[in-house]
Structure formats: C-alpha cells, structure tokens
C-alpha cells in the first residue's frame, strides 16, 4: 500500500498536476501502477487522508489532484450536500436553528413580504470530513414552506424540491472576505478573526417567486469559488444566454 502511495505520488509530481487536476480513473491507474484495483483504492485512501487527492463520483469522476480544499461551483446553484458528495468529501450537518420569526427590513426587501408576513429562519453548522466548513444562515417565506421547521433540513434544496415541489431557477450572489467573531469561531474551529468568505445570496424559483435569502459564511482556506465568464462586457458576441449565468444542477 505504502509503495503504491508513493508511486501515485511520483505520478503526480511528473505531472506537475494542479489542485482541480484529474490524474485518472481508477481502472485506468491500477492498469498503469501494474496493481489490483483493491490495492490502488487502498493507496488512494493513504492520499485522501493526507489531502492529496480528491475522488469523485458520477460522470466526470474520477481520481484528482487536490489541495484540501472543496471547489463551489458559482455558475450553478447546487446544495452543499450535492457539492461535497460528488468530490468524495463526508459533509454532516447541525441544524442549530429552525424557527418561524419577524422578517428583517432587509429580507422583507428580498422576499417582498408585506407587512406581517413571516419567515423561517434556519441556522446550520457544515463539518466537512470531520472540520468546520460553514455557517448557514436561510430565510425562507412561511407562507409558502408550512412546517418548514419540521422537514429534514440537511438539505434546502433538496426539501424544497421534494417536499413543496419548488426548484430553484435564478439565484443572485455577492462574495465578500470577512473575519469570525468569538461565536463563529467556537462554532468552526477556527481562531477568532480567522478569514471567512461571506457568500449573500436570493434566489427564486420558476415562477419569479423569491424563495431564499441567505448567507453563508465557509472557512476560508477550505473553499475554491469556480466562475465561468463570457469575454469583454459590451461585445455583443460573447453575451451568455439569458439567465444563463447560474444554472441549477
């Protein structure tokens, strides 16, 4: 197991891969390595564990380069548990609170609540493989999710579509480096002002129904943000497809 480790880690130094780098599938690399496939997977786990590399599942899998760090991909909107699941990354989740509350001025303006309408306000914790990863921070309309609070909130999304029959479609997205406070950082594992990256988002469903307003707040140094960009603003002939620069998947 040890030798075969190491012959993976020769592979990649020759071929100076990047984080993000596919080095191959593991059909093909027990072929290369002349070994059986039990043993490659046995390899495989000794670099997984040492945040070398990376499996994923699905189409487009395979074995890859990594640096530690798990890649969001803001050109679609997918769950967290979505994410993680398909980079071979074990995500658990707390749920810290779920509860119906008075709406912010400010997720009022998002929403377009009227006066007295209420929210859900639902707080996660994400532990990724073990370590803190992110602070989730949702409001949703009541109105249109009853009993929201009751659902299996692991995933939003995923509730959302099974559920209340609602998909996402259109989610708009700022970015921002921010620090943990005392709270955060107990809550993460992290130090107190260790960097965050504050992810705001509002998002609505096929109707034009605004069905989220959130922030999410990811470790910094555990994170990769994947943008897709369409050339120079202005050429007309490079201009992606209306409301095609966030696609659900």
Do not use: W
Not at 66 to 93: A, K, M, Y
Not at 184 to 194: C, D, E, S, T, Y
Not at 208 to 228: C, K, Q, S, Y
């Amino acid at each position: 197991m040890e030798e075969a480790a190491a012959r993976l880690r020769a592979m990649m130094r020759r071929a100076e891969l990047a984080p993000g780098d596919r080095l191959g599938d593991e059909r093909t690399l027990a072929a290369e390595l002349g070994i059986p496939r039990a043993r490659l997977r046995e390899a495989l786990a000794v670099l997984q564990a040492e945040g070398v590399v990376r499996r994923r599942l699905g189409r487009g899998g395979g074995v890859f380069a990594s640096d530690g760090r798990i890649e969001r991909n803001l050109n679609t909107i997918e769950g967290l548990p979505d994410i993680t699941r398909v980079q071979g990354v074990h995500l658990t989740t707390t749920v810290l609170r779920a509860e119906i509350a008075v709406p912010s001025p400010a997720d009022r303006r998002a929403l377009g609540l009227a006066e007295g309408q209420m929210v859900y306000h639902v707080q996660r914790l994400r532990m990724a493989d073990g370590t803190g990863l992110s602070l989730e921070d949702t409001r949703a309309p009541a109105a249109l999710f009853p009993d929201l609070h009751r659902q299996d909130l692991t995933s939003f999304y995923r509730c959302l579509r099974e559920v209340y029959g609602v998909e996402p479609k259109v989610s708009d997205e700022s970015v921002e480096v921010t620090y943990a406070d005392a709270e955060q950082a107990r809550l993460l594992g992290v130090p107190p002002a260790a960097p965050l990256l504050r992810l705001v988002r509002r998002t609505l469903d096929g109707r034009g129904r605004a069905i989220e307003a959130g922030t999410e707040l990811f470790v910094a140094d555990r994170m990769r943000l994947h943008l897709r960009r369409y050339g120079v603003v202005g050429d007309p002939h490079h201009a992606p497809a209306a409301g095609g620069d966030r696609r659900v998947r």
